[in-house]
């Protein structure tokens, strides 16, 4: 049997599915601040990213210009605020990369109080909190896609449309004619699984003596 790789928009069921998993063992309370997070982000890198990057540009320009007046200088200083090039530009797509790289690290790395009660993560109690925690884990990973898939099309769109790998790749995936030569393999899985047991029962034997 064999498959092939047509576009990267294939991914999309496949990510929300594993989001969805991830949002089931984290819970609700967890998974909303990674959600809301990366919702931020996508406004900012992806949506509105002109608007977000001149921000960004103005910061910049307006630092070196307080620490001149600071040290007793003139607040007018010549600075260029063209610091990410035009939005059709590879600079400019370069930086909304790193900048959803540096803010997507920040999102899953800041500690949200809510997620956690007397200093321990909040654990899953509810069905409802698992179920709530699919549907946000779900959606942030819709999120990573639309972000990569928007990085995908303007960098086609600045190479004049490439083939990405693996697109266009053919995947052989292999199979069984007689799924019954796999019972061959039974009587091995067994002598692992004995030797395993039997290793994990010679590490206990102390704790048991012990006991």
Known sequence: ?????????????????????????RGF???VGYT????LVLLATVIFPEQFMDLVSQLIVLIPRIFRVMVGGDFS???????????????????????????????YNTRYGWAYEGGKARGVKTTAGRLMGVAFGGSTLFFWFLALN???????????DPTIPPEGLTISVPTFQNPEVLLGLVPTMLVVILLVLG???VLRLPNIWKG
């Open 77 to 107: 200083l010549p600075t260029s605020t063209d610091l990410f090039g035009t939005p059709d530009s590879g600079r400019f797509l370069l930086t909304r990369m790193a900048l959803f790289a540096l803010l997507t690290f920040l999102v």
């Open 199 to 201: 290793v994990l029962a």
């Open 1 to 25: 049997m064999s498959f092939t790789f047509e576009s990267y928009q294939s991914l999309l069921l496949p990510l929300v599915a594993f989001g969805a998993y991830i949002g089931w063992k």
């Open 29 to 31: 309370w967890i998974e």
């Open 150 to 160: 928007n990085f995908l099309d303007s960098f086609r769109l600045l190479r004049d």
């Open 36 to 39: 809301l997070g990366m919702a």
